[in-house]
């Protein structure tokens, strides 16, 4: 993919939704006692794996951008 500094932007932004997610998680574990401990973590479990990913494209692009010289100040 070709990116330019509004993708970068972007990414940054949406990766920074983890801390909206990890919100909704905690109050939805506090509002319903009956999750389970093994619930918990896989819910965790998979929000590490889809954010493992986000934050490769989210290097991914910098890496490219960078390499590009497009990141002046």
Same mark, same amino acid.
């Given at each position: 993919?070709?990116?330019? @500094?509004?993708? %970068?932007?972007?990414?940054?932004?949406?990766?920074?939704? *983890?801390? +909206? $997610?990890? &919100?909704? %998680?905690? $109050?939805?574990?506090?509002?319903?006692?009956?999750? +389970? @401990?093994?619930? *918990?973590?896989?819910?965790?479990?998979?929000?590490?794996?889809?954010? $493992?990913?986000?934050?490769? &494209? %989210?290097?991914?692009?910098? $890496?490219? %951008?960078?390499?590009?010289?497009?990141?002046?100040?």
């Amino acid at each position: 993919m070709n990116y330019d @500094r509004f993708d %970068l932007e972007q990414l940054i932004l949406k990766n920074w939704e *983890i801390t +909206t $997610e990890i &919100k909704h %998680l905690y $109050e939805k574990v506090l509002e319903d006692d009956s999750y +389970t @401990r093994d619930q *918990i973590a896989n819910y965790l479990l998979g929000l590490e794996a889809i954010y $493992e990913v986000k934050f490769n &494209k %989210l290097w991914d692009c910098f $890496e490219q %951008l960078t390499s590009q010289g497009k990141l002046t100040s």
